[in-house]
Protein backbone atom coordinates (compact mmCIF):
# COMPACT_ATOMS: atom_id res chain seq x y z
CA UNK A 1 0.00 0.00 0.00
CA UNK A 2 1.19 3.19 -0.65
CA UNK A 3 2.83 5.81 -3.50
CA UNK A 4 4.61 3.61 -5.97
CA UNK A 5 5.34 6.21 -8.87
CA UNK A 6 3.77 3.65 -11.46
CA UNK A 7 0.64 4.26 -14.20
CA UNK A 8 -0.78 0.63 -14.74
CA UNK A 9 -3.91 2.31 -16.60
CA UNK A 10 -6.88 -0.19 -16.67
CA UNK A 11 -4.12 -3.59 -17.23
CA UNK A 12 -4.30 -6.43 -14.50
CA UNK A 13 -1.62 -8.83 -13.63
CA UNK A 14 -3.56 -12.11 -14.70
CA UNK A 15 -6.57 -12.66 -16.56
CA UNK A 16 -8.42 -13.99 -13.40
CA UNK A 17 -7.82 -10.76 -11.48
CA UNK A 18 -11.16 -8.34 -11.16
CA UNK A 19 -11.70 -6.24 -13.48
CA UNK A 20 -10.90 -2.28 -13.41
CA UNK A 21 -12.34 0.76 -14.10
CA UNK A 22 -10.05 3.89 -14.29
CA UNK A 23 -9.57 7.64 -14.54
CA UNK A 24 -6.06 7.31 -15.59
CA UNK A 25 -5.50 5.26 -18.70
CA UNK A 26 -1.60 5.78 -19.46
CA UNK A 27 0.98 2.86 -18.57
CA UNK A 28 4.30 3.69 -18.42
CA UNK A 29 7.59 1.49 -18.12
CA UNK A 30 7.04 2.16 -14.43
CA UNK A 31 3.64 0.53 -14.45
CA UNK A 32 4.87 -2.59 -16.86
CA UNK A 33 7.31 -3.04 -13.84
CA UNK A 34 5.06 -3.30 -11.26
CA UNK A 35 2.30 -5.10 -13.21
CA UNK A 36 5.11 -8.06 -14.00
CA UNK A 37 6.16 -7.83 -9.68
CA UNK A 38 2.32 -8.46 -9.13
CA UNK A 39 2.81 -10.97 -11.54
CA UNK A 40 5.40 -12.81 -10.51
CA UNK A 41 4.37 -12.46 -7.02
CA UNK A 42 0.56 -13.59 -7.08
CA UNK A 43 -0.38 -10.07 -6.06
CA UNK A 44 -3.76 -8.54 -7.01
CA UNK A 45 -4.45 -4.60 -7.64
CA UNK A 46 -7.70 -3.36 -5.86
CA UNK A 47 -7.76 0.29 -7.21
CA UNK A 48 -10.18 0.51 -9.56
CA UNK A 49 -12.25 -3.05 -8.74
CA UNK A 50 -15.49 -3.50 -6.95
CA UNK A 51 -13.91 -3.21 -3.23
CA UNK A 52 -13.30 1.18 -4.13
CA UNK A 53 -16.14 2.78 -2.33
CA UNK A 54 -17.49 6.09 -4.11
CA UNK A 55 -16.08 6.91 -7.51
CA UNK A 56 -14.25 3.58 -8.82
CA UNK A 57 -10.76 3.94 -10.29
CA UNK A 58 -10.24 8.01 -8.78
CA UNK A 59 -7.39 9.68 -9.55
CA UNK A 60 -5.23 9.58 -6.33
CA UNK A 61 -1.71 11.72 -7.35
CA UNK A 62 -2.63 16.21 -7.82
CA UNK A 63 0.50 17.89 -9.11
CA UNK A 64 0.84 20.97 -11.62
CA UNK A 65 0.85 19.10 -14.62
CA UNK A 66 -2.09 17.10 -13.98
CA UNK A 67 -3.66 14.09 -11.83
CA UNK A 68 -2.65 10.55 -12.51
CA UNK A 69 -2.82 7.39 -10.57
CA UNK A 70 0.15 6.21 -8.96
CA UNK A 71 -0.63 5.37 -5.51
CA UNK A 72 -2.10 1.61 -5.00
CA UNK A 73 -3.33 -1.62 -2.51
CA UNK A 74 -2.29 -4.58 -3.40
CA UNK A 75 -3.00 -7.85 -1.78
CA UNK A 76 -2.83 -11.32 -2.02
CA UNK A 77 -5.70 -13.56 -3.30
CA UNK A 78 -6.54 -15.46 0.14
CA UNK A 79 -7.08 -11.31 1.87
CA UNK A 80 -10.15 -10.97 -1.06
CA UNK A 81 -12.05 -13.04 1.25
CA UNK A 82 -11.77 -11.07 3.81
CA UNK A 83 -12.80 -8.07 2.17
CA UNK A 84 -16.39 -6.56 2.04
CA UNK A 85 -17.88 -4.22 -1.11
CA UNK A 86 -16.46 -0.92 -0.73
CA UNK A 87 -14.10 -2.06 1.64
CA UNK A 88 -11.18 0.57 -0.27
CA UNK A 89 -11.43 4.28 0.06
CA UNK A 90 -9.87 7.28 -1.44
CA UNK A 91 -9.68 9.81 0.83
CA UNK A 92 -8.34 14.00 -0.33
CA UNK A 93 -6.17 15.06 2.19
CA UNK A 94 -6.26 19.01 2.07
CA UNK A 95 -2.73 19.22 2.97
CA UNK A 96 -1.60 16.54 0.36
CA UNK A 97 -1.16 16.19 -2.60
CA UNK A 98 -1.64 12.67 -3.06
CA UNK A 99 -5.43 11.26 -1.84
CA UNK A 100 -5.18 8.80 1.30
CA UNK A 101 -5.74 5.13 1.12
CA UNK A 102 -7.67 3.16 3.31
CA UNK A 103 -8.30 -0.28 3.78
CA UNK A 104 -10.80 -2.48 6.12
CA UNK A 105 -10.35 -5.95 6.97
CA UNK A 106 -13.20 -7.91 8.08
CA UNK A 107 -11.55 -10.62 10.36
CA UNK A 108 -13.24 -13.40 12.29
CA UNK A 109 -10.53 -14.31 14.66
CA UNK A 110 -8.53 -12.83 16.93
CA UNK A 111 -5.35 -11.65 15.31
CA UNK A 112 -1.45 -12.75 16.73
CA UNK A 113 0.61 -9.82 17.72
CA UNK A 114 4.18 -9.43 19.53
CA UNK A 115 2.45 -8.19 22.52
CA UNK A 116 -0.46 -8.60 25.01
CA UNK A 117 -1.45 -5.33 25.45
CA UNK A 118 -2.17 -4.63 21.64
CA UNK A 119 -5.70 -4.54 20.91
CA UNK A 120 -7.90 -4.03 17.47
CA UNK A 121 -9.90 -1.27 19.15
CA UNK A 122 -6.57 0.94 18.91
CA UNK A 123 -7.22 1.04 15.00
CA UNK A 124 -8.48 4.10 13.28
CA UNK A 125 -11.50 2.29 11.59
CA UNK A 126 -12.04 3.46 8.14
CA UNK A 127 -15.23 5.63 8.97
CA UNK A 128 -12.90 7.76 10.87
CA UNK A 129 -11.50 8.55 7.26
CA UNK A 130 -14.81 8.83 5.39
CA UNK A 131 -17.25 10.74 7.68
CA UNK A 132 -13.88 13.38 9.07
CA UNK A 133 -15.89 16.83 8.17
CA UNK A 134 -13.42 19.07 10.34
CA UNK A 135 -10.10 19.77 10.02
CA UNK A 136 -7.46 18.71 12.63
CA UNK A 137 -4.93 20.93 14.12
CA UNK A 138 -2.44 18.66 12.31
CA UNK A 139 -4.12 19.57 8.93
CA UNK A 140 -4.42 23.99 9.89
CA UNK A 141 -0.43 23.66 10.97
CA UNK A 142 0.47 21.53 7.56
CA UNK A 143 -1.89 23.52 5.26
CA UNK A 144 0.02 26.43 6.54
CA UNK A 145 3.32 25.62 6.40
CA UNK A 146 2.72 24.25 2.46
CA UNK A 147 1.42 27.82 2.04
CA UNK A 148 4.98 29.30 3.21
CA UNK A 149 6.96 26.83 0.80
CA UNK A 150 4.71 27.44 -2.20
CA UNK A 151 6.56 29.79 -4.60
CA UNK A 152 3.95 32.33 -6.22
CA UNK A 153 3.22 30.34 -9.50
CA UNK A 154 2.06 27.26 -7.65
CA UNK A 155 -0.41 29.50 -5.13
CA UNK A 156 -1.55 31.35 -8.09
CA UNK A 157 -2.43 27.74 -9.78
CA UNK A 158 -3.97 26.59 -6.38
CA UNK A 159 -5.37 30.02 -6.20
CA UNK A 160 -7.60 30.51 -9.56
CA UNK A 161 -7.53 26.68 -10.41
CA UNK A 162 -6.82 24.93 -13.85
CA UNK A 163 -8.17 25.59 -17.37
CA UNK A 164 -8.99 23.13 -20.24
CA UNK A 165 -8.88 23.60 -23.85
CA UNK A 166 -11.78 26.25 -24.69
CA UNK A 167 -14.36 26.06 -27.48
CA UNK A 168 -13.32 29.66 -29.09
CA UNK A 169 -11.46 32.52 -28.29
CA UNK A 170 -12.55 36.11 -28.00
CA UNK A 171 -9.80 39.19 -27.76
CA UNK A 172 -10.68 42.79 -26.50
CA UNK A 173 -8.78 46.12 -26.14
CA UNK A 174 -9.49 48.29 -22.58
CA UNK A 175 -8.62 51.40 -21.71
CA UNK A 176 -9.54 54.40 -19.44
CA UNK A 177 -9.80 57.85 -19.96
CA UNK A 178 -10.29 60.89 -16.90
CA UNK A 179 -11.36 64.21 -16.09
CA UNK A 180 -9.70 65.63 -12.77
CA UNK A 181 -11.53 68.79 -13.67
CA UNK A 182 -15.29 66.97 -13.85
CA UNK A 183 -14.03 64.04 -11.40
CA UNK A 184 -15.19 62.05 -14.12
CA UNK A 185 -13.64 59.13 -15.28
CA UNK A 186 -14.98 56.35 -17.91
CA UNK A 187 -13.65 52.94 -19.42
CA UNK A 188 -14.72 51.20 -22.25
CA UNK A 189 -13.47 47.93 -24.20
CA UNK A 190 -13.57 46.91 -27.36
CA UNK A 191 -13.98 43.71 -29.22
CA UNK A 192 -13.48 45.39 -32.76
CA UNK A 193 -13.70 48.55 -34.21
CA UNK A 194 -17.81 49.36 -35.15
CA UNK A 195 -18.61 45.91 -33.30
CA UNK A 196 -22.49 46.37 -30.71
CA UNK A 197 -20.40 44.40 -28.34
CA UNK A 198 -18.42 46.93 -27.77
CA UNK A 199 -19.26 48.98 -24.49
CA UNK A 200 -18.27 52.31 -22.05
CA UNK A 201 -19.18 53.58 -18.86
CA UNK A 202 -18.29 56.37 -16.80
CA UNK A 203 -17.68 56.27 -12.81
CA UNK A 204 -16.95 58.71 -9.95
CA UNK A 205 -13.30 57.33 -9.80
CA UNK A 206 -11.24 60.33 -11.44
CA UNK A 207 -7.72 59.28 -9.44
CA UNK A 208 -8.25 55.75 -10.08
CA UNK A 209 -7.15 54.49 -13.76
CA UNK A 210 -6.36 51.25 -12.63
CA UNK A 211 -9.87 51.00 -10.43
CA UNK A 212 -11.36 51.52 -13.56
CA UNK A 213 -9.20 48.97 -15.85
CA UNK A 214 -10.21 46.16 -13.16
CA UNK A 215 -14.32 47.05 -13.77
CA UNK A 216 -13.98 47.06 -16.90
CA UNK A 217 -12.20 43.38 -17.11
CA UNK A 218 -14.84 42.57 -14.63
CA UNK A 219 -17.50 43.43 -17.38
CA UNK A 220 -15.60 41.63 -19.54
CA UNK A 221 -15.65 38.23 -17.55
CA UNK A 222 -19.18 38.70 -16.92
CA UNK A 223 -20.48 38.60 -20.20
CA UNK A 224 -17.98 35.90 -21.65
CA UNK A 225 -18.57 32.37 -21.80
CA UNK A 226 -17.18 30.81 -18.80
CA UNK A 227 -15.45 28.10 -21.52
CA UNK A 228 -13.99 30.56 -24.35
CA UNK A 229 -10.46 31.53 -23.47
CA UNK A 230 -10.17 35.41 -23.15
CA UNK A 231 -7.32 37.50 -24.63
CA UNK A 232 -7.31 40.90 -23.12
CA UNK A 233 -5.09 43.71 -23.88
CA UNK A 234 -4.59 46.86 -21.75
CA UNK A 235 -2.47 49.52 -21.06
CA UNK A 236 -2.06 49.01 -17.23
CA UNK A 237 0.65 46.87 -16.26
CA UNK A 238 0.20 47.30 -13.14
CA UNK A 239 -3.35 45.75 -13.57
CA UNK A 240 -1.93 43.31 -15.24
CA UNK A 241 0.52 42.08 -12.73
CA UNK A 242 -2.23 42.68 -10.00
CA UNK A 243 -3.83 40.14 -11.43
CA UNK A 244 -1.18 37.26 -12.60
CA UNK A 245 0.64 37.86 -9.17
CA UNK A 246 -0.45 39.16 -6.60
CA UNK A 247 -4.25 37.78 -6.13
CA UNK A 248 -3.31 35.25 -4.24
CA UNK A 249 -1.40 37.32 -1.66
CA UNK A 250 -4.11 40.11 -1.20
CA UNK A 251 -6.54 37.21 -0.99
CA UNK A 252 -4.75 35.94 2.07
CA UNK A 253 -4.58 39.13 3.33
CA UNK A 254 -8.13 40.00 3.44
CA UNK A 255 -8.24 41.84 0.12
CA UNK A 256 -6.39 44.72 2.21
CA UNK A 257 -5.53 47.63 -0.42
CA UNK A 258 -6.01 49.96 -3.18
CA UNK A 259 -9.16 48.60 -4.86
CA UNK A 260 -9.37 45.51 -2.85
CA UNK A 261 -13.14 45.12 -3.67
CA UNK A 262 -13.07 44.83 -7.78
CA UNK A 263 -10.12 42.66 -7.50
CA UNK A 264 -11.97 40.23 -5.79
CA UNK A 265 -14.88 40.14 -8.18
CA UNK A 266 -12.22 39.83 -10.89
CA UNK A 267 -10.92 37.00 -8.57
CA UNK A 268 -14.60 35.25 -8.39
CA UNK A 269 -15.05 35.27 -12.09
CA UNK A 270 -11.95 34.32 -13.06
CA UNK A 271 -12.17 31.24 -10.68
CA UNK A 272 -15.35 30.05 -12.08
CA UNK A 273 -14.04 30.29 -15.59
CA UNK A 274 -13.16 26.30 -17.22
CA UNK A 275 -10.72 28.57 -20.25
CA UNK A 276 -7.56 30.32 -20.04
CA UNK A 277 -7.29 34.43 -19.84
CA UNK A 278 -4.55 36.40 -20.98
CA UNK A 279 -3.54 39.81 -20.10
CA UNK A 280 -1.50 41.20 -22.29
CA UNK A 281 0.32 44.97 -22.23
CA UNK A 282 -1.05 47.68 -24.87
CA UNK A 283 1.45 49.93 -25.64
CA UNK A 284 -0.35 52.77 -26.54
CA UNK A 285 2.60 55.11 -28.07
CA UNK A 286 2.44 52.09 -30.84
CA UNK A 287 -1.14 51.95 -31.50
CA UNK A 288 -3.36 49.74 -33.72
CA UNK A 289 -7.09 50.09 -35.26
CA UNK A 290 -8.72 48.63 -32.12
CA UNK A 291 -6.14 50.41 -29.77
CA UNK A 292 -7.15 53.51 -31.39
CA UNK A 293 -10.82 52.57 -31.14
CA UNK A 294 -11.38 51.90 -27.35
CA UNK A 295 -9.36 54.93 -26.35
CA UNK A 296 -11.38 57.17 -28.91
CA UNK A 297 -14.50 55.50 -27.02
CA UNK A 298 -13.40 55.65 -24.08
CA UNK A 299 -12.62 59.28 -24.43
CA UNK A 300 -16.39 59.87 -26.09
CA UNK A 301 -18.17 58.39 -23.30
CA UNK A 302 -16.20 60.76 -20.59
CA UNK A 303 -17.73 64.30 -22.07
CA UNK A 304 -20.73 62.56 -23.79
CA UNK A 305 -23.66 63.69 -21.72
CA UNK A 306 -25.20 60.29 -22.59
CA UNK A 307 -23.40 57.85 -21.21
CA UNK A 308 -24.24 55.69 -18.93
CA UNK A 309 -23.18 55.76 -15.46
CA UNK A 310 -21.43 52.33 -13.67
CA UNK A 311 -22.62 51.58 -10.08
CA UNK A 312 -20.38 49.31 -8.43
CA UNK A 313 -21.79 47.14 -6.11
CA UNK A 314 -19.66 44.71 -3.60
CA UNK A 315 -19.82 40.89 -3.40
CA UNK A 316 -21.23 39.42 -0.77
CA UNK A 317 -19.43 35.90 -1.19
CA UNK A 318 -16.08 34.25 0.06
CA UNK A 319 -13.79 32.46 -2.53
CA UNK A 320 -13.20 28.72 -2.52
CA UNK A 321 -10.20 27.00 -0.80
CA UNK A 322 -9.35 25.83 -4.47
CA UNK A 323 -10.42 27.21 -7.72
CA UNK A 324 -11.73 25.11 -10.60
CA UNK A 325 -10.15 22.06 -11.25
CA UNK A 326 -11.14 19.93 -14.54
CA UNK A 327 -12.76 16.80 -15.12
CA UNK A 328 -11.67 13.61 -16.19
CA UNK A 329 -9.87 13.14 -19.17
CA UNK A 330 -9.85 16.90 -19.84
CA UNK A 331 -6.07 18.28 -20.03
CA UNK A 332 -4.68 20.51 -17.73
CA UNK A 333 -3.89 24.13 -18.33
CA UNK A 334 -2.68 27.03 -16.47
CA UNK A 335 -5.21 29.61 -15.99
CA UNK A 336 -3.98 32.88 -16.41
CA UNK A 337 -1.12 33.81 -18.58
CA UNK A 338 0.48 36.89 -19.37
CA UNK A 339 3.72 37.72 -21.20
CA UNK A 340 5.57 40.80 -18.24
CA UNK A 341 7.69 39.56 -15.74
CA UNK A 342 6.35 39.23 -12.03
CA UNK A 343 8.92 42.74 -11.34
CA UNK A 344 9.50 45.41 -14.19
CA UNK A 345 12.56 45.74 -15.46
CA UNK A 346 15.14 48.36 -13.43
CA UNK A 347 16.00 51.08 -15.81
CA UNK A 348 19.32 51.33 -16.41
CA UNK A 349 21.02 54.79 -17.38
CA UNK A 350 23.82 55.48 -19.76
CA UNK A 351 22.52 54.83 -23.37
CA UNK A 352 24.82 55.24 -26.00
CA UNK A 353 24.80 57.26 -28.98
CA UNK A 354 26.39 57.08 -32.15
CA UNK A 355 28.02 60.38 -32.68
CA UNK A 356 29.70 59.86 -36.67
CA UNK A 357 26.93 62.61 -37.20
CA UNK A 358 28.01 65.20 -34.88
CA UNK A 359 31.48 64.94 -35.42
CA UNK A 360 31.39 66.34 -39.10
CA UNK A 361 32.17 70.07 -37.22
CA UNK A 362 35.17 70.68 -35.38
CA UNK A 363 35.88 73.15 -32.47
CA UNK A 364 36.80 76.00 -35.25
CA UNK A 365 33.56 75.45 -36.62
CA UNK A 366 31.97 78.81 -37.85
CA UNK A 367 29.41 80.02 -35.07
CA UNK A 368 29.98 77.61 -32.21
CA UNK A 369 28.56 75.08 -34.46
CA UNK A 370 30.16 72.03 -32.88
CA UNK A 371 29.52 73.33 -29.16
CA UNK A 372 25.76 73.29 -30.24
CA UNK A 373 25.92 69.60 -31.69
CA UNK A 374 27.63 68.71 -28.27
CA UNK A 375 24.60 70.73 -26.34
CA UNK A 376 22.32 68.58 -28.52
CA UNK A 377 23.71 65.37 -28.25
CA UNK A 378 23.62 65.17 -24.04
CA UNK A 379 19.95 66.70 -24.66
CA UNK A 380 19.39 63.54 -26.63
CA UNK A 381 20.90 61.61 -23.91
CA UNK A 382 19.13 62.99 -21.16
CA UNK A 383 15.72 62.24 -22.84
CA UNK A 384 16.55 58.33 -24.07
CA UNK A 385 17.51 57.74 -20.14
CA UNK A 386 14.36 59.49 -18.79
CA UNK A 387 13.08 56.70 -16.24
CA UNK A 388 9.41 57.49 -16.97
CA UNK A 389 7.28 59.37 -19.30
CA UNK A 390 6.49 61.83 -16.55
CA UNK A 391 10.42 62.78 -16.49
CA UNK A 392 10.45 62.79 -20.01
CA UNK A 393 8.35 65.62 -20.49
CA UNK A 394 9.54 67.49 -17.48
CA UNK A 395 13.13 67.78 -19.64
CA UNK A 396 10.70 68.93 -22.60
CA UNK A 397 9.48 71.96 -20.40
CA UNK A 398 12.40 72.74 -18.35
CA UNK A 399 13.73 73.57 -22.06
CA UNK A 400 10.46 75.47 -24.21
CA UNK A 401 9.05 77.22 -21.37
CA UNK A 402 9.92 80.50 -21.07
CA UNK A 403 12.80 81.36 -18.75
CA UNK A 404 11.78 83.87 -15.91
CA UNK A 405 14.72 87.04 -16.52
CA UNK A 406 15.94 89.70 -14.28
CA UNK A 407 14.87 93.38 -14.88
CA UNK A 408 17.82 95.03 -16.55
CA UNK A 409 16.42 98.76 -15.54
CA UNK A 410 14.95 99.18 -12.33
CA UNK A 411 11.27 101.63 -11.80
CA UNK A 412 14.28 103.82 -9.48
CA UNK A 413 16.42 104.43 -12.26
CA UNK A 414 13.71 105.16 -15.15
Not at 75 to 91: D, E, K
Not at 156 to 182: C, E, K, Q, R
Not at 189 to 209: D, E, I, K
Not at 273 to 284: D, E, I, V, W
Amino acid sequence: MGDLNARIGDQTAAVHHPQRLVSDHLVDTRGRWLLNFCRMSNLVVLNGTLYEAGSIGAFTSFQPQGQTTIDYILASPPVLSHLSPAAMSVVHMDWSDHDLLALHLAIAHPVQTDSDDDDLSRLIPVDHFRQRTHKSSLDLTVNGLLHLAANPAEMLNHFYGHATAPSNIASWYVAASSDHASQRASFAAVLRPCSPANFAHTTTHANGMDRNILLAISVILKTTPVDCKLVVYTSSQSVIRLICFDAANRAANSWVGANGDVLKRVCVRIQKRTAQLGLYYLNKHRPNEHCKAVFSLARQALHSPFASSFLFHPLEVSLPSRGWSPPIDCPSLRKVLTSLPEFPEPHIPGTHISTHMFSIDDANSHRGRHKERLAQLENLRHLLDAPSLKSWWDLIRTWTDAKPRSVEVTGMQL
